[in-house]
């Protein structure tokens, strides 16, 4: 098997990473180190790399198979502002970027943003409340959290299909599920991240902004 053969594609990814690069050019921070979790193939990862320059874009995923297509993408596109992938699970207390070695070597170019597309209704909600405490423990204050995927507004699907895809989604695993943007922002807040701005984004989905606030 060559290193390409690891690389895995996901449709959606043609379709949502333009709408998706517009946002993040107005809301990252110009400078430091972008926190991709849940990077899943790794065909965001390249292609925003490729396009934010002045960031450098560390990929992370639970899965070994969503690791090696990381590199197997990263590797095609000879991607130069792009670490290598490592195992993040956001259910876990301590995060790997937290641990010694890499704080040291994070030092140079400190986490100012943390990326999660299309993760937290496809894991359980202890996945969300991970996401959440990592980003108020690792986020500087001014630090950005950007989630993107389908949520229910007041407690209601905002399209038919968003219904539809909630079913299959519970069907899969009745943990998962399109969640509630009330109740994800209430979680944000405790861990004092607050809504900076939401966009509606294709196919139904939003494009969700925290910043991190003053203790
Ligand atoms: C639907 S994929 C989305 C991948 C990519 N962000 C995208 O939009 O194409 C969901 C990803 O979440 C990852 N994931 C699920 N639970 C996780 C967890 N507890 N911690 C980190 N990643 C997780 C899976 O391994 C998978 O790669």
């Given amino acids: 098997m060559t290193i390409q053969d690891a690389r895995q594609y996901a449709p959606a990814t043609d379709r ?4 998706i690069l517009e946002v993040l050019l107005k809301v990252l921070p110009g400078s430091g ?4 979790i849940a ?12 396009k934010l320059k002045n960031c450098l874009w560390l990929p992370t995923d639970v899965s070994p198979q969503a690791r090696a297509s ?17 195992e993040l699970d956001v259910k876990e207390p301590v995060w790997v970027v937290e641990k010694q070695t890499a704080t040291q070597w994070l030092n140079t170019s400190p986490i100012t943003a943390i990326v999660n597309i299309n ?12 996401l959440m405490a990592g980003a108020g423990r690792i986020l500087p204050v001014g630090g950005i ?9 007041g407690g209601e699907h905002t399209a038919p299909s968003n219904a ?18 009330d109740d994800v922002i209430a979680v944000a807040k405790a861990e ?15 494009s969700v902004v925290f910043e991190r606030a003053e203790k």
């Avoid at 949502?16 to 709408?19: D, T, V, Y």
């Avoid at 959290?145 to 507004?153: E, I, N």
């Avoid at 004092?192 to 939003?206: E, G």
């Fill in 39 to 50: 990077s899943g193939t790794g065909e965001h990862a390249v292609y925003f790399a490729s």
């Fill in 119 to 130: 993760m937290i209704h496809i894991s359980p909600w202890s996945a969300c409340l991970g």
């Fill in 192 to 206: 004092r991240l607050v809504v900076k701005q939401i966009d509606k984004m294709p196919a139904n989905n939003l």
């Fill in 70 to 86: 990381i590199v197997a993408w990263t590797e095609h596109y000879e991607c130069k502002n792009i670490y290598s992938p490592l």
């Fill in 164 to 181: 539809v895809f909630d079913e299959y989604l519970r069907a899969q695993n009745p943990e998962w599920g399109v969640r509630n943007l």
């Fill in 145 to 153: 959290l950007y989630l993107y995927g389908p949520f229910k507004q």
């Fill in 33 to 36: 180190t972008v926190l991709e």
């Fill in 16 to 19: 949502n990473r333009e709408p």
